[in-house]
């Protein structure tokens, strides 16, 4: 299991791997290669760069759109699994770059949520926190 990200594609049904194989002709190795370097955001929008993902998606690009939307719910569905075993969200809390400047990606993952109670405030969230210690809810 896992997240898609930069250049890796996250969560695929492990028999993706010898069709692909047969289907390009080639070996399972070097399809492994392409689904851990060549896929992910750079192969579905060209580059595995965030930034310059969210940069394209303000700008309209289609292709960035579908990225982030993958990206966020697929999170979201993280997300919501950890609540059957933990019985409950008590707090989400974004670190690194999402955490720090995506209000793109954390709008998007959150109003997934929003079926699970799950709130913020948008103005507070849109200044990445920065007048509320980082509390954007």
């Known amino acids: 299991e896992g997240l898609m990200m930069g250049q890796r594609c996250g969560d695929v049904d492990p028999s993706i791997i010898l069709y692909m194989a047969n289907k390009l002709g080639m070996d399972c190795k070097d399809v492994l290669g392409?689904?851990?370097?060549?896929?992910?955001?750079?192969?579905?929008?060209?580059?595995?760069?965030?930034?310059?993902?969210?940069?394209r998606f303000i700008a309209g690009d289609e292709t960035a759109a579908l990225a982030i939307e993958m990206?966020?719910?697929?999170?979201?569905?993280?997300?919501?699994?950890?609540?059957?075993?933990?019985?409950?969200?008590?707090?989400?809390?974004?670190?690194?770059?999402?955490?720090?400047?995506?209000?793109?990606?954390?709008?998007?993952?959150?109003?997934?949520?929003?079926?699970?109670g799950i709130t913020y405030d948008d103005d507070t969230n849109n200044e990445n926190g920065k007048k509320t210690s980082g509390l954007i809810s």
């Open 34 to 55: 392409m689904m851990n370097s060549q896929s992910g955001f750079l192969g579905i929008a060209g580059t595995p760069d965030s930034r310059d993902l969210e940069d």
């Open 71 to 116: 990206f966020c719910y697929r999170v979201a569905k993280y997300v919501a699994a950890y609540t059957v075993p933990l019985g409950r969200i008590d707090a989400i809390v974004f670190t690194g770059g999402i955490g720090e400047k995506s209000c793109i990606k954390r709008k998007k993952i959150l109003d997934y949520l929003a079926p699970l």
